[in-house]
Every structure is written in C-alpha cells, then in structure tokens.
C-alpha cells in the first residue's frame, strides 16, 4: 500500500487487511524506533533530515520484507504500508521485491492510493500529527515537492478521494482477479 503521506494508505491498509484476514506491516512501525536512535546519534531533528534516509533506506525496508517474508511463509497474508518509492519508480525494483515476496509463499501486488494536493492538504492539517509540525508550517510548498505521479511499476490504482469502504471494496475485487 502506497501513496503520499496523509493519502489514507494506512486507514485503507487496515480495513483490507481485516476484510483479508491479513497482518498489517507498517514500516513505521516496525522501524521508528530505530530511527529514534540514528537520529539521537547524528543529531537530527526529524526522519525528514537527508542523512536519515541515506543511513536507514535500505535497512528499513529489509526489516519490512523479513517480516513479510516470515510471515508469508508461516501462511499468514501481509499488507504492507510504506512509501515504496524506489519500487514505485522502478519496475526492476518491484519486479524484485515481489519475486521476494512471491517466494515466500506470497502474491504481491502494488496499491497506489491517488489523492490530489488539495486532499491531502485537509487531511494532513486535520490530522495535526506531531509529524507533520515542519510539513504543515509550509503545506503547500511541501506538498509542491511530492512526487504524486502514479508508479512506473505495474500497480492497482485507488482513488484516495472515496471512503476506505469503496476503496476496500475495489480492492477485493480486483485481487480476486486470478489474472492480476
């Protein structure tokens, strides 16, 4: 599950995982707390800092897909949240991670949540996350600087303007779809 921030990826990602009888894996989750830490010892401010992501990219997304990894394996469906903007950009980078994910028992599929700048505006101020403090002291020039083209790679369109019910519903239907 995928999107910009505040496009709905983790409410839509636990009502489909609940439909799915599915863990959730939100890579917030399972890795903020080690950013905590890299940022305590670099002195950065927020995860927002560059050096952040140059230290912890890779890491993060490692401990992501173990998870799902050991989960699939244990017959236990995942839905995953993150950003995934490297497997958004590129469809080698999808093509890898889902061979990974399909190797472990499971069937990946990409789910762009599309919400436009004037949406996620509302939702990021409604949501008035700690966060978000830096992002919202500038919204629109932050929202100006998000990628919110869909993905290069294969992937399921959702249109984050509709209830997560309707999204959920879609999604059902379209995974069910044995060619997908």
Known sequence: MTGAPASGKSTTAYELAAKMGAAVLDLDSITNPMLDVVCELIGAADYSDARVAELTRDAR????????????????PVVMIAPFTSERESPAAWAALESRLTDAGGRASLVWIRVGPELLAQRMTARGAPRDSQKLADIAGYISRLNLDPPHAPHLEVNGAHGPAAQVSFLMQALADPSR
Request: hydrophobic fraction near 45%; proline fraction near 0%.
């Open 61 to 76: 997304y490692e401990c992501l897909v173990n998870v799902a990894r050991d989960c699939l394996s244990a017959g236990v």
